[in-house]
């Protein structure tokens, strides 16, 4: 069994006196979507927080086989992890293209970057309509695709998407999950996603973790999860 | 006629040394939310070090970039030593430091320069040169020329390099630019070695005019403050136009406005912080703050 890209194994941590994480262990397989589920509060943005090393926290993390204790996030995400946080993290005082070349920023193979940005531009063409317009004009949708655009310049090997449906319209997520998928298959960029929507994350995803309270509370494969009504009643809500 | 073209060119002369010292102070409020109340006198500090360069002999434009890149270097250690430890204490504690940091630089420039006033070779003739029938001074047309030239390299770093693009991104989002693997501490410290060499500029532009002693710039970070305030403190470009619209009221109002003379121009600089406080807080380029609460 090849052993998973990322790896958290009994993650605990918390902000202060308050612990969020109960012993968080999940996997994310090479190349694969995989979900994070649950209701506000149950640790998600934690999670991925803890990942790219925005908490402290104990237990391990490991990422292609690496331990990732003690090491700075502006490290991290150099070993190949883009994380999209909460809130999409735009510079807003910064132009549209401003935020694609940070993205970017770090890389030294200048042709691949190039064609990086041709492909970006084909995904989402909006973008490069606004390119030299400041990142604050976009609308909340188009600030989602700027996101994950830029997370796509950093070349990673896995990206972490937290809630990139929130506050947009349903046609709009649609698109933006359709490209994610399709990121993912045609650069082979694994993926974390934490969802709200349960329902488009585990038609997307092929593995998914419930979180409750710090914990997970449920795993397995989407499918399966799809299908168990208590499941999705009780911890999914649809 | 011919006067009041004097008056604008030196206006405008004093205008770029306040540009400088101001576009210091907008670096690091940019990227610390904090007005640094010793970047006049580590400025000052600086002159000093050009001052004994050239009179061991070197050079006066060798003396003048080396002088700029022990500030330079200066500035990032004193990021790394003194405001490291306290980067995320409340503002109030920064600011308290930045004072005391004033306090130190000004007593040892004191105990290590001493505090009788020396003149300070310029390497500007004194003549004058003719412009539309007008005479301005080459000395002060000289004096822009220099700030010019700084301010349009540090336009060009800040907008058009990448090392320039992170440099902002880190002072607007640091979180966010965290993310994007962009080295968001080291970049504050960037930010005060470069404030401190566009500072040093000031101090090395004005020292020939005034005369260089421990307490040169104290007059000329009001200024600054004014220059930079009337700007919107976040914006480099306000605080160049700021810098010289003050150098220019300054000068006009002390050669025109019989009551203030030359003993009342400070006053002025004060009239203007408060005026522009009043009536437009944020600033000619200022935008208007915006906070989630």
């Known amino acids: 069994m090849p052993s998973a890209l990322l790896e958290l194994e009994n993650v605990h941590c918390g902000y202060g006196q308050t612990s969020v994480l109960h012993g968080v262990t999940l996997s994310v397989p090479e190349g694969s979507i995989v979900s994070l589920l649950g209701a506000n509060g149950a640790g998600k943005t934690t999670t991925l927080r803890a990942i790219t090393g925005g908490v402290h926290w104990l237990g391990d993390i490991r990422f292609a086989g690496r331990s990732l204790r003690g090491r700075h996030t502006e490290d991290i995400v150099g070993e190949g992890i883009a994380h999209v946080p909460e809130g999409r993290g735009i510079l807003t005082e910064l132009t549209v293209d401003e935020n694609l070349r940070l993205g970017a920023h770090k890389r030294k193979d200048r042709d691949a970057v190039r064609k990086d940005y041709d492909r970006v531009f084909e995904y989402f063409p909006v973008l490069k309509e606004r390119r030299w317009l400041s990142a604050s004009t976009l609308s909340g949708g188009e600030q989602q695709m700027l996101a994950v655009a830029r997370a796509l310049l950093m070349k990673p090997r896995l990206m972490l998407l937290d809630e990139p449906s929130l506050g947009l319209a349903p046609l709009v997520v649609r698109s933006i ?62 | 006629m011919q006067e009041l073209i004097q008056q604008v060119v030196s206006g405008l002369a004093s205008g770029a040394i306040f540009a400088s010292l101001a576009l210091a102070l907008v670096l690091i409020y940019n ?32 003396a003048f970039p080396l002088t700029l890149g022990i500030a ?55 003549q004058t040169i003719n412009i539309l029938g007008a005479f301005a001074s080459f000395q002060d047309l000289s ?21 320039g693009l992170t440099l902002r991104a880190a002072a607007h989002h640091p979180e966010p630019s965290r993310l994007l693997g962009v080295r968001v501490s080291w970049m504050l ?43 919107g403190i976040e914006s480099p470009l306000g605080a160049v136009v700021g810098g010289l619209i003050v150098g220019l009221t300054v000068n006009l109002a002390g050669a025109y406005v019989p009551f203030v003379g030359g003993d009342l121009e400070l006053a002025v600089a004060l009239a203007i912080i408060v005026g522009v406080l009043v009536i437009k807080p944020n600033g000619l380029f200022g935008r208007a703050a915006v906070r989630n609460v």
């Open chain 2, 143 to 163: 004096v822009i020329a220099v700030c010019g030239i700084v301010l349009i390299a540090i336009y060009l770093l800040l907008q058009r390099t990448t090392i």
């Open chain 1, 177 to 238: 999950f359709e490209i994610i998928r399709t990121i993912n298959q045609t650069d082979h960029v694994a993926v974390l996603l934490v969802e709200q929507n349960a329902r488009l994350a585990l038609e997307l995803s092929t593995e998914a973790y419930v979180l409750e309270v710090g914990r997970v509370a449920v795993s397995g494969k989407s499918a399966e999860l799809q299908g168990q009504e208590s499941v999705r009643r009780s911890y999914l809500g649809y």
């Open chain 2, 31 to 62: 990227a610390m939310g904090l007005v640094n109340f010793a970047q006049g006198e580590m400025a000052m500090f600086a002159t000093f070090i050009a001052f004994t360069l050239i009179i061991h002999g070197l050079n006066y434009w060798i």
């Open chain 2, 72 to 126: 330079f270097v200066a500035g990032v250690v004193i990021e790394r030593v003194v405001i490291r430890p306290v980067e995320r204490a409340p503002v109030l504690t920064l600011v308290i430091v930045t004072l005391g940091l004033a306090t130190l630089v000004n007593g040892a420039a004191g105990f290590l320069f001493g505090y009788v006033p020396r003149s300070f070779p310029s390497p500007f003739s004194v």
């Open chain 2, 189 to 231: 410290a960037l930010g005060w070695g470069l404030a401190s060499a566009v500072g040093a500029v000031s101090g090395i532009m004005v020292a020939p005019i005034l005369l260089l002693e421990p307490n040169m710039m104290q007059t000329i970070i009001i200024y600054a403050f004014a220059a930079a305030v009337l700007g």
